[in-house]
């Protein structure tokens, strides 16, 4: 299993809007920047992140994007639907039905043993990650990086929505 590097992307891009002050915003280009993504793709992947209902989009010169809801209230489930979609991480494909040759088995109506192992495998991993919010991986950031980094981090912030150019 494998997902694109939107989703890290997208989690590492709201985890720099959740240090944002209130009522104040980033525009996607210094945000690509630090994240060393193409702006293009960065604003494709706000725009999912937009229309999913956890950022919104400040348009003119001193727009840019900010948190739409409180970070204790997005899922890293919230993040990976909005990025990924919610289609299922297997489809079943037939196999057991011709391996079998027997229409009772794993018929159109039945589920084969593959797909409910790979079903209950997708919503234990679904579980795991509408447990986690933003709040709590903001708190692991924090609880991780050393202070230096983090006050790098929020020196560039401020400087970008007072129109500085931090590298």
Not at 103 to 116: D, G, N, Q, R, V
Not at 142 to 163: R, S
């Amino acid at each position: 299993m494998r997902m694109k590097t939107g989703m890290e992307q997208a989690v590492y891009t709201l985890l720099i809007l959740v240090r944002l002050p209130k009522r104040t915003s980033l525009p996607a280009e210094p945000l690509s920047e630090r994240l060393g993504v193409s702006p293009s793709y960065l604003k494709k992947l706000m725009q999912k992140l937009v229309h999913a209902g956890l950022v919104h989009s400040t348009p003119g010169i001193r727009g840019g994007f900010s948190l739409a809801k409180q970070p204790e209230d997005v899922t890293v489930y919230d993040i990976y639907v909005a990025v990924e979609g919610c289609q299922s991480l297997y489809l079943n494909q037939g196999v057991s039905s011709h391996l079998f040759a027997d229409e009772k088995t794993c018929s159109s109506h039945e589920s084969c043993a593959l797909e409910i192992l790979m079903k209950d495998a997708e919503n234990a991993w679904t579980d795991v990650l509408k447990t986690e919010t933003l709040a709590s991986l903001q708190e692991k950031v924090t609880n991780t990086y050393p202070q230096h980094k983090l006050l790098a981090l929020e020196t560039w912030i401020h400087e970008q929505i007072n129109g500085g150019t931090a590298q």
